[in-house]
């Protein structure tokens, strides 16, 4: 038996908050009177917009949720919020972690609503809960090894053939503009940079689920 303790992100509360955080900058930005201009640029929205997304961060904590779960040998029992699910491991068909940005937990049942659980790196602490599912996906194919109703692993996004091809060709055509942009001396825009950032992240994924299947491929 083996139990942990995690973190995940509540995603409907999170926009719910978000979308409450714009209505709020908006109302504020109705009500406020022109404050004028700096920079050509109007003070008064710029000064809703601040007020309605320093609401936003400071109801950050709402965004997560607590979790635990115990892996037992025929069964994981998943706590979320205070509310406990059991589940045979016979009653699951098919399951998958998903890497990118923080860790996405899925699993389909036979006959009862899929499971979803999702930590973003964002707004938790999203290595408890890496452990989690590295365990439980160990757990589930050693459990199919003597089972004929085993429940199926869905490979991961990075983890499909094409992605690695097609990470080399983004990643080559994206160098290949910056050095191209280089050799006729333009200024470096601020989009390349969030492009290396997106890349990078991309990148992290794939190494991430690369190491998983490697570690995965010596239980089969």
Not at 30 to 48: K, M, N, R, V, Y
Request: contains cysteine; proline residues 4%; charged residues 20%.
């Amino acid at each position: 038996m083996n139990h942990f303790n995690f973190e995940y992100s509540r995603i409907w509360v999170a926009v719910g908050l978000m979308l409450l955080g714009f209505g709020i900058a908006i109302s504020i930005g109705l009500l406020l009177p022109d404050f004028g201009e700096f920079l050509g640029i109007s003070i008064t929205p710029i000064a809703s917009f601040i007020i309605g997304f320093i609401f936003f961060l400071s109801n950050r904590k709402r965004w997560k949720g607590i979790g635990e779960a115990t892996i037992l040998e025929n069964s994981v029992e998943i706590t979320l919020n205070g509310k406990a699910r059991i589940i045979p491991f016979e009653s699951i068909k098919s399951f998958q972690v998903e890497y990118g940005n923080g860790t996405a937990l899925d699993i389909w049942l036979l006959s009862e609503p899929k499971l979803s659980i999702f930590a973003n790196e964002n707004f938790c602490n999203v290595a408890p809960f890496n452990t989690f599912c590295d365990e439980l996906e160990k757990t589930l194919i050693l459990y199919g090894r003597a089972n004929d109703l085993a429940p199926k692993r869905k490979p991961s996004l990075y983890e499909s053939k094409w992605a690695l091809p097609i990470l080399m060709l983004v990643t080559v055509v994206y160098f290949g503009v910056l050095i191209r942009a280089g050799m006729q001396h333009k200024e470096l825009k601020r989009s390349a940079i969030y492009g290396l950032f997106f890349i990078s992240m991309f990148w992290t994924a794939w190494f991430a689920a690369w190491l998983k299947k490697s570690r995965l491929r010596k239980l089969n």
